[in-house]
């Protein structure tokens, strides 16, 4: 893992944020900082279209924007924005993104959406935050977020990724909820008394390995979180990642009585359709 920071610069590209620091944390994945726009309020979990210009048109000599949806996951008071990313070597934007380096400019349409808010769950005791890979990024904004806390009694993340390394940044992220002076003082130790972190792995040995979705199945998850069951009364969940762990989670979930939510009509649980990774 390597970071490096510099000092912002003067925008020149229309709706330009300047880079303030990156983290590579493997050949796959990697995080990054940058100003935020004065204007931009957002609710902890949503998403806004970043990227880069693309190649000029070979024809016009002009270039287009090149945008994609991605996950805010620094929380809605901090006065940066974080984003947390896969590197796709053939990506047209990630193979790009990838190299960015602090100081230079990204592209930030300030007009967030999403549909993993706390507006679109109805109140209850326990909230699940269902991710494999980077679905993680919106959990570490809510996970950051007080109202979170508030509202339920019991916060459990899971994050199944293929390698141990993988987990990393949601690893460190939960741990510096813990340890650093600032998150300690906003969220409150009784606060994190709440918060269950159970990561797992698919394909590297680690302490506990499987699908998280194999896991629910089996009861394993259950027991080894001490949860007797999930109910439509108590349980409340949020899903981000790849198509096929929100395909199987949503079956879950209703197989338990869950019914889907949405900004304008809360239930029990929501899935982040824009995610892709």
């Given at each position: 893992m ?10 020149t ?12 944390w ?6 990054f900082r940058?100003?935020?726009p ?9 998403f806004v279209?970043?990227g ?8 016009t000599?002009r270039s ?9 996951a620094?929380?809605?008071w ?10 796709v ?11 960015i380096?602090?100081?230079?400019e990204i ?7 999403g ?9 209850g005791e ?21 109202e979170t806390?508030?509202?339920f009694?019991?916060?459990?993340v ?7 390394a ?6 460190q992220?939960?741990e510096s ?6 998150m300690?003082?906003l969220?409150?130790?009784?606060n ?11 394909r ?15 009861g ?8 007797e069951?999930?109910r ?10 790849s198509?096929?762990?929100?395909t199987?989670?949503k079956?879950i979930?209703e ?7 949405a900004?304008?009509?809360p239930?029990?649980y ?8």
């Amino acid at each position: 893992m390597n970071q490096m920071t510099a000092a912002p610069a003067v925008p020149t590209l229309p709706d330009a944020q300047t880079v303030t620091s990156v983290t590579h944390w493997t050949d796959r994945l990697f995080s990054f900082r940058c100003t935020r726009p004065a204007s931009l309020r957002f609710r902890s979990g949503e998403f806004v279209m970043i990227g880069l210009m693309g190649d000029p048109d070979p024809k016009t000599g002009r270039s287009k924007p090149l945008l994609r949806a991605y996950s805010i996951a620094s929380p809605s008071w901090d006065d940066e924005l974080e984003f947390y990313s896969i590197k796709v070597e053939d990506g047209p934007l990630t193979s790009r993104l990838q190299h960015i380096r602090p100081g230079d400019e990204i592209i930030l349409r300030p007009k967030p959406v999403g549909t993993l808010v706390h507006d679109a769950l109805l109140p209850g005791e326990r909230l699940w935050f269902f991710a494999t890979g980077t679905g993680f990024a919106p959990f570490a904004s809510l996970l950051r977020d007080p109202e979170t806390y508030e509202r339920f009694e019991r916060v459990i993340v899971t994050h199944t990724v293929r390698d141990v390394a993988e987990l990393e940044y949601g690893r460190q992220l939960i741990e510096s909820l813990r340890t650093d002076e600032m998150m300690l003082e906003l969220l409150g130790e009784e606060n994190l008394a709440k918060l269950t972190y159970y990561p797992t792995t698919t394909r590297e040995a680690s302490p506990k390995m499987g699908r998280i979705t194999t896991l629910l199945e089996s009861g394993e998850a259950l027991r080894d979180l001490g949860v007797e069951s999930i109910r439509p009364e108590t349980d409340r969940a949020m899903v981000c990642g790849s198509m096929g762990l929100n395909t199987d989670i949503k079956a879950i979930l209703e197989g338990f009585g869950l019914e889907e939510g949405a900004n304008s009509d809360p239930k029990h649980y929501v899935v982040e359709k824009a995610f892709v990774g």
